[in-house]
């Protein structure tokens, strides 16, 4: 099972970014998705969640309305579309599979990617 992220980068305060989750070995169908990130010195928190259809998402209050969350089961990938990005926002984001954990429990993750960093500029 590997996952890859991708499209972190520098962009300045108020900007966007769209980071993507690919999926080898595993049918992302099958996996409830998640999104962390970890800024230096601190420990790994959830950013959002989404089901195995998409019906249903989570995010943790910080993003909550401009970040969203999304999947193409079809093309085994998962999305965070970052808007209004803030200094506060910079870390290294981590895509995470769960065999049946749908929440924010980072111990609960099954598998994960090696990271993409995003860095906001103020």
């Known amino acids: 099972v590997r996952l890859v992220e991708s499209g972190g980068g520098m962009v300045e305060f108020g900007g966007s970014l769209r980071l993507s989750c690919t999926a080898t070995?595993?049918?992302?169908?099958?996996?409830?998705m998640s999104w962390f990130r970890q800024a230096p010195g601190k420990e790994r928190e959830f950013v959002a969640a989404?089901?195995?259809?998409?019906?249903?998402?989570d995010y943790t209050d910080s993003v909550q309305g401009r970040f969203i969350v999304s999947r193409d089961n079809a093309k085994n990938m998962v999305y965070l579309q970052m808007n209004s990005l803030k200094p506060e926002d910079t870390a290294v984001y981590y895509c995470a599979a769960s065999r049946g954990y749908w929440g924010s429990k980072a111990g609960e993750y099954d598998y994960w990617g090696q990271g993409t960093q995003v860095t906001v500029s103020s």
């Open positions: 070995g595993v049918t992302v169908s099958n996996y409830p």
């Open positions: 989404i089901t195995w259809t998409g019906e249903s998402t």
